[in-house]
């Protein structure tokens, strides 16, 4: 199998992938002229991304996002903050987000995280993530068959949409960390910068995750007031001891997916008279393209490493990991992004009971009679 190939998170097997992955140069694994003297088309703002300053701004305002409003009566520092602050490695403190079931806190421990990483210089260090994620008793987790429709999840549209959007996106931040802290004992082969990139995804994802908790109160829910499916850990789970399989997986599939369906859900809202709702969503679509093409990065680049192709590597772990890319595809973006049409072969597109679009792993989006995937 490919994967017996490409296999890379154990410590036990560090002696394997020193053998296929060849140890980076100073600059290979960092710098964009490494993939550029390759061909492989980048996005143009993925530099200014990784340049740019910490992201406080996690409260949706009137005007987009801004700054959170100062605490009137503020109080010490919590359990869960006092812990963060005796960590000293980037991947200690990866794991304690995993290790927190709370999303507001899971998202807050995640930003002061990354925050406290940059400010401080911290190294990348190593640690172990947990089995699976740290979870609240609500949502509950069913199969995707049980997910309610619409009109029988007892939320309006634009919640029912804000709710599925919020369990992807607090997903989302568990799956940035698991890489960083799954694939820590890897940092000379991998660099510093791929756990950086990672990290600055997590944050934003964080960020994302909090904009939609805000708006869903506004609207008079919560997080948890579905159901919601397990099946972007399970997604996960199969790439958990392949970094060539999870940066195909999980930035190149299912961050891409949302490339494809914001737009969608940003005119479906427009068209239910939620315009605050649908300029959040817009916002999280436009940041998405840094995500797929951070993954896009790494994935060429260590791909590049080991002396194989990206686009038959790709397609081959898909076939190997049975991960189906559905269309239809929002091409620009994903151009942009650096996703090249062609890695997206024709054979994965298989639509179903004669409908072009299709429940996937990644969320629903309720779209007239279809289903697109978040």
Not at 144 to 155: D, H, T, V, W
Request: net charge neutral; charged share 20%; glycine share 6%.
């Amino acid at each position: 199998m490919l994967s017996a190939a490409l296999r890379s998170a154990s410590v036990s097997s560090l002696p394997i992938l020193s053998f296929k992955l060849k140890p980076p140069s100073s600059s290979s694994f960092s710098s964009l002229p490494f993939l550029q003297q390759h061909h492989h088309p980048l996005w143009s703002g993925l530099q200014s991304w990784r340049d740019s300053s910490l992201n406080h701004n996690r409260f949706w305002g009137s005007s987009g996002p801004e700054p959170e409003p100062p605490v009137l009566n503020p109080v010490g520092p919590d359990e869960e903050t006092l812990q963060l602050a005796s960590l000293t490695s980037l991947a200690e403190m990866g794991a304690m987000v995993l290790s927190t079931a709370d999303p507001l806190k899971k998202s807050m421990i995640s930003h002061l995280a990354y925050s406290r990483w940059r400010r401080e210089n911290l190294p990348i260090g190593v640690s172990k993530p947990p089995d699976r994620p740290a979870r609240p008793p609500k949502p509950q987790l069913v199969s995707p068959k049980e997910i309610p429709a619409p009109k029988n999840s007892g939320l309006p549209l634009n919640a029912y949409m804000l709710h599925n959007l919020s369990h992807v996106e607090l997903n989302a931040i568990d799956l940035a960390w698991d890489t960083i802290v799954r694939f820590s004992p890897y940092n000379e082969l991998l660099g510093d910068m791929f756990f950086a990139d990672f990290a600055r995804v997590a944050d934003d994802e964080s960020r994302h995750f909090a904009w939609c908790s805000q708006r869903l109160a506004e609207l008079g829910f919560s997080y948890g007031d579905m159901p919601a499916h397990n099946l972007l850990w399970r997604e996960c789970e199969k790439s958990s001891d392949d970094v060539v399989a999870r940066l195909a997986v999980i930035p190149l599939v299912q961050e891409a997916r949302g490339l494809d369906a914001g737009p969608r859900l940003v005119q479906k809202l427009i068209g239910f008279g939620d315009c605050k709702t649908s300029n959040l969503v817009a916002k999280i679509a436009e940041e998405e393209v840094a995500h797929v093409a951070v993954g896009v990065y790494w994935f060429v680049a260590v791909c590049q490493q080991m002396g194989r192709s990206p686009c038959p590597t790709f397609r081959d772990l898909l076939k190997e990991y049975n991960v189906e890319v559905k269309g239809p595809f929002n091409y620009s973006a994903r151009e942009e992004a650096g996703l090249p049409q062609d890695w997206s072969s024709r054979r994965h597109m298989l639509p179903r009971n004669g409908f072009p679009y299709a429940k996937t792993v990644t969320g629903i989006v309720f779209l007239g009679r279809d289903l697109v995937s978040l």
